[in-house]
């Protein structure tokens, strides 16, 4: 019992500068065979970064790296992957027109086609998914799977290659909240394996229940290590962010404004019958379980899929938006869930993806003011506490969560009546996240209608006025925040509560 753990990992007085930014500053981290050791920073503290030194996928300025008992210099992700570690990145790194297998094997598969044998590849595929109990056939496209089971086959990736060290870079902020159960029974299981796991999240409670050990870094730098057992979640917040953080829910009253969106009887190709208003300066939160067909009701009424019938109204006119760009003209905007994939264009400037929205427009009214453009960006990103060093930079240097406030920040530009919100926080970290449900409250309070789709029962909670519960396809009720619980949502969102009428108005 006295004899120390083993260790797998040692990180020391590890530095790394990205131009004027000291992303990392000497920091440390260990970690032992069967542990979980949780590493939490706020968006941009530098946990993504130490990852890539790790891997061989940045070099590091200063520091060493031990891997087991021998230092290591990875030059290239290749020969970390080599030693047996596994990373799963924040971004998801799949080919996705390439089928699930290939994705499974693509860094292992030889350049020697003919040799390469299908059919065994295709039984190494089904062991690999069934590793995390996922039913994909192995010859589907990667593009034509959600994003929770791209992430699970990311994992899949990780556990098929043997690795003994696996790193997830916020492994579950797509996962629906079963999704998480089963990823926490694997991480168990690979624990009692000795695999050693490193865990980055921003789901304090989480991260709580699944580690040993976590360790927090600020602005680049090592802050301590606790041990999860007997810690709470305001010790863990403290050390990210070295201040209490007012964590209270506070629900303006509903300001009844008059309604600016009517649907009646809408049904589309994963949705039926859905009815519902929304109000001038109304926050209308959509809860429910990933796939329950929120997303896909509120892309069809901002024109990105086709409904089959129903009945819109936007400010008492009946519409139907053929494509975004036509909702974007009458007021609409809707920031989408997955950044990386619909909205962010990572090579160009933080500047031009927040005006980009607008482009259309300020074109149509000759030349782009550069002038103007850059003062509505500036004012955008000191808003939304955006962290960068200029709005010249490129959107893929920002950190995951400056990333997801960039999103924000060119819907919130064009200055919309009716503004959709997919899952707004996902990856960003609780007090960034405080900032943002304020900035919600605030548009809400100058008259803008939000419609916030949210998996998070507590930011539900937190914001809206009232919540529509969809399950399989159908609104199950409707909820003033004052009747809301965790509890009752989940009762309306799994199916067991269902008193929704669908022929009447749910105002
Ligand atoms: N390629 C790059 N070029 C320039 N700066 C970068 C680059 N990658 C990261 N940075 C900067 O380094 C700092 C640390 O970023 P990092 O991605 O490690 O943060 P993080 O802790 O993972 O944050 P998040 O929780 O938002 O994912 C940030 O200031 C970021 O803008
Ligand atoms: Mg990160």
Request: charged share 25%; net charge neutral.
């Amino acid at each position: 019992m006295a004899e120390a753990a083993k260790q797998i990992l040692k990180i020391e007085g590890v530095s790394k500068r990205y131009g004027g930014v000291q992303a990392l500053n000497r920091v440390q981290f260990d970690l032992n065979y069967g542990e979980v050791h949780a590493l939490v920073g706020e968006n941009g503290a530098g946990k993504s970064t130490l990852i890539k030194v790790l891997g061989g996928i940045v070099p590091r300025d200063a520091g060493r790296i031990f891997f087991d008992g021998r230092e290591v210099h990875f030059n290239n992700p290749a020969e970390a992957q080599a030693a047996g570690i596994a990373i799963i990145h924040q971004e998801l790194s799949m080919l996705p027109t390439l089928t699930v297998m290939e994705n499974l094997f693509m860094s292992r598969m030889s350049g020697r086609y003919g040799l390469v044998n299908w059919k065994a590849m295709e039984r190494r595929a089904r062991e690999a998914l069934a590793l995390v109990d996922l039913h994909v056939d192995p010859y589907a496209l990667v593009k034509d799977l959600s994003i929770s089971q791209r992430q699970m086959i990311e994992i899949a990736r990780a556990l098929s290659a043997n690795a003994r060290l696996i790193v997830m870079d916020e492994p579950n902020s797509s996962l629906s909240d079963t999704e998480t159960d089963r990823l926490f029974e694997l991480i168990r299981s690979l624990k009692a394996r000795g695999i050693a796991i490193m865990y980055v999240s921003h789901k304090i409670d989480e991260v709580l229940a699944i580690s040993d050990r976590i360790t927090a870094f600020r602005d680049g730098a090592y802050v301590g290590t606790i041990t999860s057992a007997g810690a709470t979640e305001d010790m863990v917040i403290n050390m990210m962010v070295g201040r209490e953080l007012d964590r209270r829910a506070t629900v303006d009253q509903n300001t009844g404004g008059e309604v600016l969106l009517h649907v009646r009887g809408l049904t589309g190709r994963a949705f039926r019958d859905v009815s519902f208003d929304v109000r001038k300066g109304e926050i209308l939160a959509f809860s429910g379980l990933v796939g329950a067909g929120r997303s896909e009701v509120l892309r069809t009424i901002f024109g990105a899929e086709r409904a089959t019938s129903g009945d819109i109204r936007f400010e008492g006119k009946p519409v139907r938006f053929a494509s975004p760009t036509e909702a974007i003209k009458h007021g609409l905007a809707m920031v989408q869930e997955d950044r990386k994939v619909l909205s962010l264009f990572m090579g160009m400037q933080v500047m031009h993806n927040v005006s980009m929205a607008q482009l259309p427009f300020m074109t149509r009214a000759g030349n782009i003011n550069d002038r103007r453009e850059q003062r509505l960006v500036q004012d955008f990103v000191h808003k939304l506490d955006i962290r960068l060093a200029s709005i010249g930079d490129a959107v893929s240097s920002l950190s995951g969560g400056n990333q997801q406030k960039t999103v924000l920040a060119r819907w919130l530009a064009t200055g919309p009546k009716l503004l959709i919100l997919d899952e707004p926080t996902h990856g960003v970290d609780v007090g960034a996240k405080a900032e943002i449900y304020e900035l919600i409250r605030n548009l809400a309070r100058e008259g803008v209608a939000i419609v916030l789709i949210s998996s998070e029962l507590p930011e539900v909670l937190a914001l809206a006025h009232r919540i529509v519960v969809m399950h399989e396809g159908r609104i199950t009720g409707v909820l003033n925040h004052a009747d809301a619980s965790e509890e009752k949502l989940m009762a309306y969102a799994t199916g067991v509560l269902d008193d929704f009428a669908p022929a009447g108005a749910t105002s």
